[in-house]
């Protein structure tokens, strides 16, 4: 616990010591601003939600998250200091959740900073503060989803291209999985029950749930579980490839 | 003396290619132990195996008496480990790293702040205390690599390479930091600077193709050099026939060898049969038949010889 959390605080004090956490999150906030405002319309809809703001946070974390997520591990592998920090009294499991939290913490930082959408809709309407609550804290766990997958991802490689390009592809698979490009792959062939598993990975399907202000425990255990299991993963990969 | 650090038939496999093959030996307290070889002969992955970071494909590695492989953690508190290119993070000040260090290694407080000074001053590290490791010279990034190793006063310290790319006074002052900790610690350093070994080291260890080829004092290793115990003499070119004619019939004298020497002199190397040292016998006969020998020595013999012999022969 002890480690874990020391190892956290060194990845979030590094995150804010160097450009990438202002270069991150000010992309973050322009592109969130922009989709909401130009293509989401959030004017002219004339509804006091956030709605135009949530549907296109999965667009956005599909290429932004594996970009954050792609250096955990290759960059550490690359430049060696792997070596120094598993040689210290600390567990590759430590290790991993430390350094997936600091991630995730950084996308809530960069989450949270777009309040001034949330006081722009209370400040035109009504809205339902409960519902975009949801929204965010639903935005923020798939968010950990998709960086979960980067993490693993990252370990599998030095090249931290390939593990940007390989973690989109793979989150691009799981965003789509309940939509018909990838249930047309197994409709034809598979039952029933497998087509309905498959869709249920969807993080589509998760968060639109969690967005609309239905905090359901399967959406919280969808993206909990897919957290969990990512970075169990994580840790055997680590392991695997500490010496290559 | 008690062991500190074991390794037990230590094997690592890498596809077809068997890296580290059997390799077995001991450090004790006290005992600074130069790990040698050429390029690709092992070094590395032994030590990478000893601190834990890779798994071995048989045998063990003991710190302390604790298994590397079964309680990681707990070998890993008795160990200070420098790995090769003293990696760290480098958007890290020297004061940040050291810190993260200290807080892992569970030094809070007071404690924390008294060491970090000390290593500050012991390593020198005054000038750079605050500016990002990535930004600093070779020199200094091992300084720090080598202060984050020793941080915890260890009783086990592997050090891969702690002088490479340091400058010859930098160079001093780690072995003389070596030698001022050496006392109650067990110290594995590998290197392929010779010089060092016999500057720091009671024991060399050379490897060739992940096999332990010698395991002895410098001086025991020395005495493997083709030329040790070897008289050399100067000698006028003119008395060179007459010299080596005497010289040839010393005792144990196996051979005497004539090399050309400057301003009309020559070199004459009396080999001895069995490492023998002839250098009494070769002084009286140098009396009685009343040899004007210039210059007279005993070569001790060069590491050099013993590692290139043993490295390629093996």
New interface residues.
Partial sequence: MR?TF?IMR?EL??YF??PLAYVFICIFLALAGALTFYLGGFLERGRADLGAFFVFQPWLYLFLVPALGMRLWAEERK???L??L??????TAAAVVGKFLAAWIFTGVALSLTFPLWLTVNYLGNPDNGVILAGYLGSWLMAGGFLAISSCVSALTKNQVIAFVASVALCFVFMMSGLELVQGAFAGWAPAALTDVVASFSFLTNFDAIQNGVVDARNLVFFGSLIVVSLTINVALV?LN??A | MDVLLEADRLTKRFGALTAVDDVSFQVRRGEVVGFLGPNGAGKTTTMRMIAGYLPVDAGRARLCGVDVQQQPERARAALGYLPEGAPAYGEMTPLGLLTFVAQVRGLDGNARQERLRELRAYLQLDAVWRRPIETLSKGFKRRVGLAQAILHDPDVLVLDEPTDGLDPNQKFEVRKLLQTIAPDKAILISTHILEEVEAVCDRAIIVARGRIVADGTPQALQARAIDHNVVALTVPADAAERSLEELRNVAQVASVEQQPGSNGELLLLVRPANGADVLPAVNARIREAALPALEVSRRRGRLDDVFRTLTRAA
């Fill in positions: 480690t020391l060194r004090e590094a010591t160097s430049s060696g200091s070596e120094f598993l040689t210290l009294p600390v567990g392991e500490k010496g």
